[in-house]
């Protein structure tokens, strides 16, 4: 009787610690999702890109973790942009709805930029952005319900035709709620990234780019790949992050990222990614594949001409 008493508390005692620690790295992964789609969405990393592309432009992203796994995690990104006052500001809205197990955070972001033409072939891209997070907050010893948390960040997107080089702060807010700080949730990492595009031949645009991710307390983080478009028509390409874990429960974050992209016509365009990337361990006893897909969908209503980034 002691023995299934004690085991019985036991189980209460590793859930309770499993859904705390659940909801502490909830907000961590939200991030991570939009973050991590920064070569399809820029803007997601850097609100200097917004209104960059000159033409607006609309992109939804839907991902799912691990299908094999009960619960896996889901996700659905919402990302717009485009340019008023003949190009001159970028005005910009993203939303991200992430469900991992029983915890569900939103999160709403506007961004506006301002577009400096420092030559005939440089622009000048200055940023802001702002909004708010919901999701489940702890303060140590229980789980509250969702709290919105405000979100401010800043970005500088250099470019011209053929090369791009960023530089971002996008969140620089410090959270509390009650006497805690929430520096789990709110790393407020520093990304520098640099790219471009070149013709190898005329039917073939390379489109290489590497990101560089610095935050206080972890290593230095990157991503090296490129994009490969075949007539403007079909693109496929590859790239791999190397780096630590972004929190307690994760894995060690060193994946490949295979992309596949369609143009449909001039408007519409249809992608898919696919991350090697491992469960948390939360979901390590589960066998087989543990993969993310997604699957991308991007509106142009009126493109001046092919979309790079």
Known sequence: MFWKNTHHYSRKVFLAITLLTGSLGAATAQREVLYEQYVQNPMSINPGFTGAREDFNMTAIF?????????S????????DGTIANGKFGIGFQALNDQTSYFTTT??????????????TWK??????????VLPVSDGTFISNNRALGSFGLGAWLRSDRLYFGISKPEVLSQKFGD??????YRRPLYITAGGSYDLSEDVMMLP???????????????VGSRFWFREKVGLGASYRVGGGYNAMSAKVDYLQLTAEVQ??????LGYFYSTRQAE???????????????????IPNPKGFQKY
């Open 281 to 299: 361990q939360i979901y390590a006893s589960y066998s087989g594949p543990k993969g993310i897909h997604e699957l991308m969908l991007k509106f």
């Open 107 to 120: 999160g709403f972001v506007g961004s506006f930029a301002f577009h400096l033409g420092l030559s005939e």
């Open 63 to 71: 991902r799912r973790k691990w299908f094999n796994i009960p619960n």
């Open 264 to 269: 449909l016509g001039r408007n519409v365009r």
């Open 209 to 223: 780019h590497v990101l560089f991710i610095q935050e206080k307390e972890h290593k230095l983080r990157f991503d």
């Open 180 to 185: 805690q700080i929430i520096g789990t949730l």
């Open 124 to 133: 000048l891209g200055l940023g802001a952005q702002g909004g708010i997070n």
């Open 73 to 80: 995690p889901t996700s659905q990104t919402f990302a717009a």
